[in-house]
């Protein structure tokens, strides 16, 4: 079993829409989540931490369910800039402070 | 202020050749790590350093990987020699240090190594 597993997607969206990613971990000891944002050929950028009450940075909600380790990103308006792969990303500060990846859902927004 | 950056961006070499990836960290990042993403899998931690100390090396997966960060600045990955399942993308991060908790890791922009 992945320590990190994500629907790989494609998700193709119109312009506007909302979109939902899901991600679920295996490590339970897992203590820091975060979701990455990588653009075609280009470095893991961070985009946002997520936090156990949930947290929201503009069109962007992070929800974290620690009992079913289970992770989730929604995005609101979806823009053409949004195109990208969405990296979910967990960490277990007692094993170290190493990234622990999934493969990654990547989503095209259309207008 | 300067990102992470990474020499060479790509490097294509036959297979039993020796390669040497270079990192450059943000400065003042005590934090460096390597990872690697290997064509249609996800990116994998390879090891880190805390200065010039190798904090953590259970990533690497055999000793064809030799890596450096002589004087705690840039680090180097040596690869020899390569394989072909050595091909994919090599990314640097680097993070500051903390006591506790975890810091942001920025990566840089990647070595695509080819190894025919």
């Known amino acids: 079993r992945k320590e990190v597993e994500q629907d790989p997607g494609p998700f193709n969206v119109p312009e506007g829409a909302t979109v939902a990613f899901n991600c679920t971990y295996s490590?339970?000891?897992?203590?820091?989540f975060f979701w990455y944002r990588q653009d075609c050929r280009k470095e893991p950028k961070l985009l946002m931490s997520v936090y156990s009450s949930g947290n929201e940075d503009g069109r962007f909600t992070a929800q974290l369910n620690r009992a079913s380790q289970y992770i989730s990103l929604l995005i609101r308006d979806s823009k053409l800039s949004d195109s990208a792969t969405y990296l979910c990303v967990v960490n277990d500060l007692q094993a170290g402070t190493a990234l622990i990846f999934g493969k990654g859902t990547t989503l095209s927004v259309s207008s | 202020e300067a990102g992470v950056t990474q020499f060479p961006s790509h490097s294509v070499i036959e297979k039993g050749q020796t390669v040497t990836l270079r990192c450059d960290p943000i400065s003042g990042h005590d934090n460096l790590y390597w990872y690697r993403r290997v064509m249609g899998k996800e990116i994998k931690f390879l090891l880190h350093?805390?200065?010039?100390?190798?904090?953590?090396e259970s990533g690497m997966p055999n000793n064809r990987f030799l890596a450096e960060r002589t004087g705690g600045t840039y680090s180097t990955l040596k690869v020899q020699p390569a394989e072909l399942e050595d091909s994919g993308v090599y990314f640097c991060?680097?993070?500051?240090?903390?006591?506790?908790?975890?810091?942001?890791?920025?990566f840089g922009p990647g070595t695509r190594l080819t190894v025919l």
């Open positions: 350093f805390v200065k010039e100390s190798k904090q953590d």
């Open positions: 991060a680097s993070s500051q240090l903390r006591t506790s908790g975890t810091d942001t890791q920025y």
């Open positions: 490590n339970s000891a897992s203590q820091s």
